[in-house]
């Protein structure tokens, strides 16, 4: 199973100095060790994922410090943009990276976001699935016919060249069974979390998606891909690493919280977050982070967390995208992702208990 960092800082407003000194350092970090990728999201008008608005511009600055890992877009809010747009501005990272661009398609959640595109909201989810096609065939070199500003027709296609030949993509899914289906008719891997879902649930969700990728007329053997979202922070000590991660993971899933219980879904809006309590707010917050800790992430020590990332490894999870900046300081941050080798090595050599290797 592949390890990967993925970043969704909780609140852009608390950095001092650099606010993206912690995404270029542990970019170095994975690079100079075994994982595999580097993520970022695309998030808009609010201090939760704020750091975050354009993933191509900050896989470009990760780019520029890094030569092995893969650098992805976790997620490309589809709907929000012209198709030709995307291929062009991830071409220019696969440029800048030497061909280690990828990206994940999501449809989006947050109504706010749509007044950068208020006419895609309530089309978005077929909007990300004829995106993914389009994006696709213009990375290939086709062209793409389109009415210019004089009302002429003209056949585009997207400058610089991509370096590779098909770019790796990937559907978001935010927990619907169609969503992991309609990934597989495609043939894209899926990006995933525990933030709606349960272990058992994705479980079922990763073998339909599985399923209708097996469907494809054009199906090859590939099994897929699927990764999977988890806070992450290690330290040698159980009870300590529990304490230092309270208060901002606490804080994360309460910011999370107001975020999704005041998106509409399809069109029906979900619960008010300002009608709950304070009791009741704090109840969800605490019985959230009891779950994450224990077994809905990769917190902890190096033992425990090496038996949840196998767990992870059952439910059918090819990757471990691990999110790192969820509010604790940068220099404990990055002494964790020692630790997070250490695991990353027991699963490569299918060590979960004892020695670090």
Same mark, same amino acid.
């Given at each position: 199973?592949?390890?990967?960092?993925?970043?969704?800082?909780n609140d852009?407003?608390?950095?001092?100095?650099?606010?993206?000194?912690?995404?270029?350092?542990?970019?170095?970090?994975?690079?100079?060790?075994?994982?595999?990728?580097?993520?970022?999201?695309?998030?808009?008008?609010?201090?939760?994922?704020?750091?975050?608005?354009?993933?191509?511009?900050?896989?470009?600055?990760?780019?520029?410090?890094?030569?092995?890992?893969?650098?992805?877009?976790?997620?490309?809010?589809?709907?929000?943009?012209?198709?030709?747009?995307?291929?062009?501005?991830?071409?220019?990272?696969?440029?800048?990276?030497?061909?280690?661009?990828?990206?994940?398609?999501?449809?989006?959640?947050?109504?706010?976001?749509?007044?950068?595109?208020?006419?895609?909201?309530?089309?978005?989810?077929?909007?990300?699935?004829?995106?993914?096609?389009?994006?696709?065939?213009?990375?290939?070199?086709?062209?793409?016919?389109?009415?210019?500003?004089?009302?002429?027709?003209?056949?585009?296609?997207?400058?610089?060249?991509?370096v590779q030949?098909?770019?790796?993509?990937?559907?978001?899914?935010?927990?619907?069974?169609?969503?992991?289906?309609?990934?597989?008719?495609?043939?894209?891997?899926?990006?995933?979390? #525990?933030? /709606?879902? +349960?272990?058992? @649930?994705?479980?079922? %969700?990763?073998? $339909?998606?599985?399923?209708?990728?097996? !469907? &494809? =007329?054009?199906?090859?053997?590939?099994?897929?891909?699927?990764?999977?979202?988890?806070?992450?922070?290690?330290?040698?000590?159980?009870?300590?690493?529990?304490?230092q991660v309270?208060?901002?993971?606490?804080?994360?899933?309460?910011?999370?919280?107001?975020?999704?219980?005041?998106?509409?879904?399809?069109?029906?809006?979900?619960?008010?977050?300002?009608?709950?309590?304070?009791?009741?707010?704090?109840?969800?917050?605490?019985?959230?982070?009891?779950?994450?800790?224990?077994?809905?992430?990769?917190?902890?020590?190096?033992?425990?967390?090496?038996?949840?990332?196998?767990?992870?490894?059952?439910?059918?999870?090819?990757?471990?995208?691990?999110?790192?900046?969820?509010?604790?300081?940068?220099?404990?941050? #990055?002494? /964790?992702? +020692?630790?997070? @080798?250490?695991?990353? %090595?027991?699963? $490569?050599?299918?060590?979960?208990?004892? !020695? &670090? =290797?």
């Amino acid at each position: 199973m592949d390890f990967s960092l993925f970043y969704f800082a909780n609140d852009s407003r608390e950095f001092e100095g650099n606010r993206y000194q912690l995404l270029l350092d542990g970019a170095r970090f994975a690079d100079q060790n075994g994982f595999s990728a580097v993520w970022t999201p695309e998030r808009h008008f609010h201090p939760f994922g704020g750091l975050y608005p354009n993933p191509a511009v900050t896989g470009a600055a990760v780019a520029a410090v890094t030569e092995r890992i893969q650098i992805r877009a976790g997620s490309v809010v589809s709907p929000l943009h012209h198709p030709l747009r995307i291929a062009e501005e991830w071409s220019v990272v696969d440029n800048f990276s030497g061909g280690r661009a990828g990206v994940s398609f999501a449809s989006g959640w947050n109504a706010a976001d749509f007044v950068l595109a208020p006419d895609n909201y309530e089309d978005r989810h077929r909007l990300v699935r004829e995106h993914v096609e389009q994006v696709r065939a213009l990375w290939r070199g086709e062209t793409m016919s389109l009415t210019d500003g004089v009302g002429t027709q003209r056949d585009v296609a997207i400058y610089p060249q991509p370096v590779q030949r098909q770019l790796p993509v990937w559907v978001t899914s935010a927990g619907s069974v169609e969503t992991f289906r309609a990934a597989g008719r495609l043939g894209t891997g899926v990006l995933t979390h #525990l933030l /709606g879902q +349960e272990p058992e @649930e994705l479980a079922v %969700k990763i073998t $339909a998606y599985r399923e209708a990728l097996a !469907e &494809r =007329p054009d199906h090859d053997g590939w099994n897929g891909h699927v990764a999977l979202m988890v806070h992450t922070f290690l330290g040698d000590d159980e009870a300590e690493v529990k304490e230092q991660v309270r208060k901002p993971l606490s804080d994360y899933l309460a910011s999370s919280l107001r975020m999704l219980l005041g998106a509409r879904y399809d069109g029906a809006r979900m619960v008010d977050p300002k009608k709950l309590s304070p009791a009741d707010t704090e109840f969800i917050i605490g019985r959230a982070f009891d779950r994450y800790f224990e077994s809905g992430g990769l917190l902890g020590t190096v033992d425990k967390a090496a038996r949840n990332a196998a767990e992870f490894a059952a439910l059918g999870v090819d990757e471990v995208a691990c999110l790192i900046d969820f509010g604790l300081p940068h220099k404990a941050v #990055l002494a /964790g992702l +020692e630790l997070l @080798e250490d695991v990353r %090595k027991r699963i $490569a050599t299918g060590t979960t208990r004892g !020695e &670090r =290797p």
